[in-house]
């Protein structure tokens, strides 16, 4: 980091910014929490956030955003508003999507069954996000900020057609054709559209940094937003907005048994009776559905780590699970192939070390019971992680 100093002037920065999101719709709050995302999970083995994403990678962490909040929200019998007055259209467009499909429980599951009609929603997010929010979130009104979180080649009022969009899209609409899904299409250039969001000095470094801070008050802005367009009370939607999905996890325990051979993830002591799957690097620090993040463990060992970060013992043991070649490791990639479930070591490798190498020394960490913490020690956690680079 540059200097303290400067990470709080960068933070106070982005706080005005959040500010000055009171507006019509949800969609700049979305766009900074990808932005968080793809820094996240873009965090390498050298400890380092990318310097650039592409509009199509950002496009990818919305639509999973907006994807989750598009289900009917059971007290009003509909999809909550993200806009004032009138529903947002990339809202629309993901509730008819999954109308069509009502098969598919997951955009993972989604891309994989659907792969063109995905692509191609996939298509219309990334073409709202470079029509509206992307040349828009450093502006107020019309005055336009100067840019604090990154640079791009366009500005407002940026045509489809003319700008190449429309070629570009049709491009990856074709390769998705040719090749099926792959995550290297998502840094496909851009032909005559330069897709790249090229992030300033140091800011992907910031996010990663700030994203314990910035992710709870993005989170409750959003919430707070979306309330006010369906004048519902706050706290009976921040679960449904951000929460993760637990009525899809419960069908992973017999799996999660059968690969922790029966005993629960944290403590080691065998499981009679139940258990609950727990995400491993907690949900509400960064939402990763991925198997390899995912632990089976007694519903009081669950409790007591609730969104605590794990302590080095228990980081030392997750990570055996990216061991190429074990057991575990095979053990988990033939579980996601039979169930049809994310499981991407890289991803969830990067957002760990995003996770736990910003960690202070000395910062309270889980280690078992209901109280019981240990102080973390930054060299211990940086060996354990670089044990599987
Ligand atoms: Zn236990």
Known sequence: MESANEAIEFARRVFELIDRTRTVSTYKLALLLALIDCCQEGFDERGAAPGMVTTRQVARRVLELYWHQARIYDEQQCVLLQNNGSQAEVLTRIGRFRREHANVT???VAER????AFARLLNHVEWKLIEMPIPRLHTMGTVSGEPLIYDIHWSKGIRKRASGISAYQQAYLEAVSEYGHADLLDLLDGGDFDNRIRL?????????????LLRPIIQREWTRLVAHFNDVKTHRIEEFLFGPERSDLSGLREPLRELQEGRCFYCDAAIRGSAEVDHFIAWARCPNDDLHNLVLAHGTCNLGKSDHLAGVNHLQRWIKRFEPGSALNDGIRSVADDIQWPASESRSLNIARAIYLPVPPDTPLWARGKQIFEPAKPSEIRDVLASVA
């Open 113 to 116: 069954r659907e792969p063109m």
């Open 106 to 108: 997951s955009s993972y």
């Open 200 to 212: 300033g000095d140091g800011v992907g470094d910031y996010l990663v940094w700030l994203a314990p």
